[in-house]
C-alpha cells in the first residue's frame, strides 16, 4: 500500500453483496494497533485509520472487490478448492474435505486451517487432507475467499510460511499479498462497523 491508493469510489452500488451492508457511521473506532494489520506497521496502520475517519474504507474494498462468489455452502466450497487444486496442485494427494467453520471467527491469524492426518486403512496409511475456511468468507468477496483457499492449498506443500510457501501463493494467485493485505482491511472494515463481524 502506498501513494497509489484509489481515490474513494464514486460509482454507485451496484454489487447486490455491497449495498446489503450498513452505510458506515456510528461511533465505533478501532484504536491502533489494527489487529488484522499488526504486521504491517504503524504507517500502514494510519493511513488505514485516516480511510476510516474520512468514511472510505468500505468504498475503497466495494471499487476493487465488487464481485461475489457462488461457493456458499460446503459443497460449492469443496468443489471449489479441488477445482484450484487440480489447476495449480495436481500432484498432491486429493482433499478429502473442505468446509466453512463457523468456531474460526477469524479472530486469530486463523483465516482458515488446514489439517493432515495419517492413519492406518488396513495395510494403507491414508492420508486425510482437510481444510476449513472461517465462515466469514461465506460472504466475502470472491477474490478473499480466493485468497484464503491459495493460503491453505499452498500449505499443503509448505508448511511454513517461508519463501516456497509464498511463490506458490503468488503462482496460484499473481496478486497475493496485495489480496492478502486488502482481505485484512475488509476484515477491520467488518469489525469496525457498528455491528462488528455478524
Ligand atoms: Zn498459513
Known amino acids: 500500500m502506498g501513494s497509489d491508493w484509489p481515490a474513494p469510489h464514486e460509482g454507485g452500488r451496484s454489487s447486490?453483496?455491497?449495498s446489503?451492508?450498513?452505510e458506515w457511521g456510528g461511533p465505533v473506532k478501532p484504536a491502533i494497533p489494527l489487529k488484522y494489520l499488526e504486521a504491517y506497521g504503524p504507517a500502514v496502520q494510519a493511513q488505514v485509520l485516516d480511510l476510516i475517519d474520512q468514511g472510505s474504507l468500505g468504498d475503497y474494498l466495494q471499487s476493487r472487490?465488487?464481485?461475489a462468489h457462488a461457493a456458499r455452502n460446503d459443497k460449492a466450497l469443496f468443489e471449489l478448492a479441488v477445482e484450484w487444486k487440480n489447476r495449480?496442485?495436481?500432484n498432491t494427494p486429493p482433499l478429502t474435505k473442505v468446509l466453512y467453520?463457523?468456531?474460526l471467527q477469524a479472530?486469530?491469524?486463523a483465516l482458515g486451517t488446514h489439517t493432515t492426518v495419517s492413519r492406518v486403512q488396513g495395510h494403507r496409511l491414508k492420508a486425510s487432507r482437510e481444510i476449513r475456511v472461517a465462515a466469514v468468507f461465506r460472504e466475502a468477496p470472491a477474490d478473499f475467499l480466493k485468497m484464503v483457499l491459495v493460503h491453505?492449498?499452498?500449505h499443503m506443500k509448505e508448511g511454513a510460511h517461508n519463501k516456497a510457501f509464498y511463490q506458490l501463493c503468488t503462482h496460484m494467485a499473481p496478486n497475493y499479498f496485495q489480496l492478502e493485505l486488502d482481505l485484512r482491511l475488509y476484515l477491520t472494515f467488518l469489525e469496525a462497523r457498528p455491528a462488528g463481524i455478524p
Open 16 to 18: 447486490a453483496y455491497w
Open 20 to 22: 446489503s451492508l450498513p
Open 65 to 67: 472487490y465488487g464481485e
Open 88 to 90: 495449480f496442485m495436481r
Open 101 to 103: 467453520d463457523s468456531r
Open 107 to 109: 479472530l486469530s491469524h
Open 152 to 154: 491453505e492449498l499452498a
